[in-house]
């Protein structure tokens, strides 16, 4: 199952896609890692799902990674009688702490933290950001509000803040069970909601110990802010464009992509651009011309991989969704203008001497105008490092960890296989020459470039390079 492309997909499933065929399709489509949304999956069958993907990745003999997707807090307003009522522009509304029904003039606001933490000026947006108040005074156990844009309030409608910080964890009591159930049936990702601060992401990497990689979701302006440091601490982020959108201008929103894709190169780290991709195929079977141009965006930015939300969770088209987000990727990476265009974001290394060598290897490559560069790696940061200068060949990670081989599907332009450690130098330049002809990526008398840490199997060890011919007996032993 080589790919003709470089740039991941990342396919959410859902009701339209949990059937171990659908699976089977979608990875065929052109999938490579699976999304599992735990705001709709119930704890109980998470293990059920992790082992349909599995029994799929076996069949298939890729590696496929999982990223399971936490809930977060969801902040909502209280209920109302009749359900709902209509608010008037200009008309003062309260957010209170009591319990009782809300009315055309107040409503419950069942976050006593947020009720702390409004100040005069503050922006409350309700059910995506359809109304809009502004907090206009506050005391303890309410928020006066003016309503600035204003339209119908019903029962238990979501909450934004984009002006406050809220002294509430990222993770609810349901997120750390889904947690401990996620890490059990083994996960490759974890994906984390309302981050806010690097302390979010630390916590989250503290329960999991290793076990999954933690993906940091930017969907909230005050993660914007502290978005070094967050980015820091994570080992990948996701551009969660939809909740940005609403908790800022839009118009922001493809500066701010623009920024964290570039900021998460930098730092070789993987990055995920997310929502409303392809989001007319939730009911058509093509997409509009725009959304083609928004994929297309992202993959000309060099990120490393592009998501489906509804497209392949619900909508009527899912195999269609990934298949048309396939050829968007294939096609842009074929453009004349791709390589450039993408290598002239590419950061300098640091001083260290695994970047060198990473370095060294895509200047070679180029150079030579090699077609693979196989990397030896325990623990996948050789890979991560490679990806990172955005090479025009293949990147072959070779690895005896399940684990690294199915994280590393995840990241741009990484071919994962999962083999026995090399015993020696000449095992390790013979079995990479084997299998970049067997996976498709060289023939006889083509060059590679193998790079590796000797001693082997030693983590962070990345000290070699060498060029090897691809030669018969590789091609009979493949």
């Known amino acids: 199952m080589r790919r003709a492309r470089r740039t991941k997909i990342l396919a959410t499933l859902g009701p339209a896609s949990e059937s ?61 009688e009749g359900d709902s009522t209509m608010l008037v522009q200009g008309q003062t509304f309260t957010l209170d702490a009591d319990k009782t029904l809300g009315t055309g003039d107040r409503v419950h606001l069942p976050h006593p933290e947020i009720l702390s933490s409004l100040e005069p000026g503050d922006t409350v947006l309700v059910d995506d950001g359809k109304l809009r108040l502004r907090v206009k005074s506050v005391k303890q156990g309410s928020a006066t509000t003016e309503v600035e844009v204003a339209g119908k309030i019903s ?117 995920v651009v997310a929502t409303q991709m392809l989001e007319s195929m939730i009911t058509s079977p093509v997409p509009t011309r725009a959304e083609v141009s928004d994929v297309a965006t992202a993959v000309y930015d060099g990120a490393d991989a592009v998501m489906l939300s509804a497209e392949s969770a619900s909508g009527q088209y899912p195999i269609e969704a ?5 050829r968007i990727a294939e096609e842009v990476e074929q453009d004349q203008s791709y390589w450039s265009i993408v290598q002239t974001q590419n950061a300098a290394p640091e001083a260290t001497g695994s970047d060198a060598i990473a370095a060294g290897a895509h200047q070679i490559a180029d150079t030579l105008n090699l077609k693979a560069i196989a990397a030896w790696t325990y623990s996948g940061s050789t890979a991560f490092r490679i990806a990172r200068e955005r090479p025009n060949s293949t990147v072959i990670a070779l690895t005896p960890s399940v684990n690294t081989a199915r994280r590393l599907a ?39 470039i193998i790079v590796a840490g000797v001693p082997f199997g030693t983590p962070g060890a990345t000290n070699m390079v060498r060029i090897a011919f691809v030669s018969p007996e590789h091609a009979a032993q493949a």
Request: hydrophobic residues 45%.
């Open 20 to 80: 171990p065929e659908m699976i089977a399709k979608l990875f065929e489509a052109g999938a490579d890692v699976f999304r599992l949304n735990m705001s709709h999956l119930p704890r109980e069958r998470l293990k059920e799902r992790v082992e349909m993907i599995r029994a799929v990745e076996a069949k298939f003999k890729r590696p496929i990674a999982i990223l399971a997707d936490l809930q977060g807090p969801k902040l909502r307003v209280g209920a109302f």
């Open 155 to 271: 029962n238990r409608k979501g909450v934004s803040l984009p002006d406050t910080v809220i002294p509430v964890a990222a993770m609810t009591d349901k997120d750390r069970s889904d947690l401990e159930a996620a890490l059990d049936a083994g996960v490759d990702w974890i994906a984390l909601s309302f981050v806010q601060r690097p302390e979010d992401v630390a916590e989250v990497k503290k329960v999991a110990r290793g076990r999954a990689l933690v993906m940091a979701k930017l969907e909230k302006p005050q993660a914007i802010t502290r978005l070094d440091e967050i980015m820091e601490i994570s080992d990948a982020v996701m551009v969660a464009r939809g909740d940005l959108g609403v908790e800022m201008p839009l118009e922001k929103v493809p500066g701010i992509q623009k920024r964290i894709v570039r900021a998460a190169r930098r730092l070789g780290k993987p990055v």
């Open 322 to 326: 990934v298949a048309t987000m396939n």
């Open 410 to 448: 995840l990241v741009w332009g990484v071919h994962s296989i999962r083999t026995k450690d090399a015993s020696d130098i000449d095992d390790m330049a013979f079995r990479a020459c084997k299998f970049s002809v067997r996976e498709g990526h060289s023939q006889v008398g083509d060059r590679i």
